[in-house]
């Protein structure tokens, strides 16, 4: 093994995690102290309203390797976790969330697999063993759909709990987009990459910073940027009808060839159900492309992701 001392970074996530960050850090240097290497810990705080800034304040107070990157408002997970990953200086860069659903115990496995070569340690969420939940059915649902439509694999139950090494970090920080699912830029990557199975843990306290909403927008994030899917089935469900009203000008035609115009029955109430079937498959379409060209909108502006507020760095 090459250098026993090398830096690891920690970016962490936090958005009103109050009374959850002291545990955390608890769990995270328990396991980590007594590991040779030189660790740092990056919080990002998205923006909270209640008191997790002061939490994290007090413990860079004792723990001069805490640095605390605050937002100037609520930006989303990806985006507070790419505000981390872009400060973190590291060798090995591990991101985790802040709830203490990702156990810290797999740090010293993930660290030393980037060791030994890989560029990127991704843990997988098994889920098995959980009773039926809501975010459980979406989940797997959501990354059939993708997998099905995207030509990048994202395997089902991976977490925003990884390590990369530096190359892999710099090649993603080369990716700019604005509309960020992280774990499908991550398998988009390529490199050598090994996957950590691990049995989630329930949140340590406080509640989902994932409202339908967000999940919603995730959701929507990673299927209109991994895929043009949505359009080819706008242009499949288009051709259809084009023949559909092909093969009708044939059979109408029909009738006028052998003259027998007079049987045509006045159909009111199948042509109210092809246009109606037409007009919603046209506004489902105009949706999609609709979608894609605000994506394009919001991409070409050029915003950043996230605006940084204040570094407080341990030092
Ligand atoms: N989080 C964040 N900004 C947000 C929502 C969540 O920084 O807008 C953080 C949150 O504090 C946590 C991590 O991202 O550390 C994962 O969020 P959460 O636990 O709510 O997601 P879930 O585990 O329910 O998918
Ligand atoms: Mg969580």
Known sequence: MKIRKQQVSIVIPI???????????AQIRAVVDSLPHQFKFYYVDDGSDDNTVKEVEALAKKDR?????????????????TAGLDIADGEVIISMDGDG?????MIPQMVELVQSGYDIVQTQRMDDVQPFSFKKWT?????KIINKISGTHIMPGAADYRALSRVALNALKSMPE???????????LGF??????YQPVDRISGVSKYSIS???????????????????IGLSVGGVFLLLAFLEMIYVLSFWVTG????????????????????????????????????????????????????????
């Open 15 to 25: 958005y009103n995690e109050e009374g959850v960050v002291g545990q955390i850090y």
């Open 214 to 232: 967000k999940m919603i927008n995730l959701a929507i994030n990673a299927v209109f940027s991994f895929s043009l899917v949505p359009l080819y």
């Open 101 to 105: 659903q990702h156990p810290p115990e």
């Open 139 to 143: 989940s797997s649902l959501f990354y």
């Open 65 to 81: 390797r805490i640095v605390l990157l605050k937002l100037s408002r609520n930006f989303g997970h990806q985006a507070a976790l």
């Open 260 to 315: 027998n115009t007079s049987t045509m029955a006045p159909g009111w109430s199948s042509l109210m159900f092809v246009l109606l079937i037409i007009g919603g498959t046209l506004m489902v379409l105009l949706g999609f492309i609709g979608i894609y060209v605000g994506l394009i909108f919001q991409e070409a502006k050029r915003r950043p992701v996230y605006i940084i507020r204040d570094e407080k760095n341990g030092k």
């Open 192 to 197: 050598s990459t090994i996957i950590l199975p």
């Open 178 to 188: 604005y509309h960020r699912f992280l774990r499908g830029m991550v398998a988009w």
